[in-house]
T-cell receptor, first 114, second 113 residues
Framework: SQELEQSPQSLIVQEGKNLTINCTSS?????LYWYKQKYGEGLIFLMM?????EEKSHEKITAKLDEKKQQSSLHITASQPSHAGIYLC??????????????FGKGTKLSVKP | EAGVAQSPRYKIIEKRQSVAFWCNPI?????LYWYQQILGQGPKLLIQ????????DSQLPKDRFSAERLKGVDSTLKIQPAKLEDSAVYLC???????????FGSGTRLTVV
């Protein structure tokens, strides 16, 4: 079974609309990373969250990690065509002496219509 | 700071051929990772190095895949022989320490025909 579930799988929004992508884990998250990816290319780091209740923002993108550290959301305000791409959440779910490698969700494909 | 460098960017080979990918991590990053990302999936860890030692290679198909990180800097990932299902993007990442601060390269897109 997938340890990190992302929803929705794909999303089409009109330019200017807000949207939210969710990432849910069956285990406690020791570090939650959000990345953006263009098709077939590398991952671009967006944000990292570690503490329960933590919230970070960069330009029009806000990410939150819930208090129980098992779910994160990524919110985009006033979407633009430049926001289009695949959004991936990655998590370190190691316990204590984690080996530090990340597992990933399947990604959310975002399309923004001009 | 220079990013993680990978080459080649694209590679098309026939099944049963061999292929090698190269990764140069960020200077000073002790930990290096190779991930495989099949179309429509999230990246899956193949192997993790700490300096030139292997930390985790539990998901590396060792009958056909091999990786090395000589001198704890550059790394190569090899597939021999390739199968159609190996078509994927191969991503290299590095981090300063064992956990956190991951930086990914641009990836190598492999197509096996």
């Amino acid at each position: 079974s997938q340890e990190l579930e992302q929803s929705p799988q794909s999303l089409i929004v009109q330019e200017g609309k807000n949207l939210t992508i969710n990432c849910t884990s069956s285990k406690t998250l020791y570090g939650l990373y959000w990345y953006k990816q263009k098709y077939g290319e590398g991952l671009i780091f967006l944000m990292m969250l570690q503490k329960g209740g933590e919230e970070k923002s960069h330009e029009k993108i806000t990410a939150k990690l819930d208090e129980k550290k098992q779910q994160s959301s990524l919110h985009i305000t006033a979407s633009q065509p430049s926001h289009a791409g695949i959004y991936l959440c990655g998590a370190d779910i190691g316990y204590g002496g984690s080996q530090g490698n990340l597992i990933f969700g399947k990604g959310t494909k975002l399309s923004v219509k001009p | 700071e220079a990013g993680v460098a990978q080459s080649p960017r694209y590679k098309i080979i026939e099944k049963r051929q061999s292929v090698a990918f190269w990764c140069n991590p960020i200077s000073g990053h002790a930990t290096l990772y190779w991930y495989q990302q099949i179309l429509g999936q999230g990246p899956k860890l193949l192997i993790q190095f700490q300096n030139n030692g292997v930390v985790d290679d539990s998901q590396l198909p060792k009958d056909r895949f091999s990786a090395e990180r000589l001198k704890g800097v550059d790394s190569t990932l090899k597939i021999q022989p390739a199968k159609l299902e190996d078509s994927a993007v191969y991503l290299c990442a590095s981090s300063l320490r064992l956990s956190g601060g991951y930086t990914f390269g641009s990836g190598t897109r492999l197509t096996v025909v």
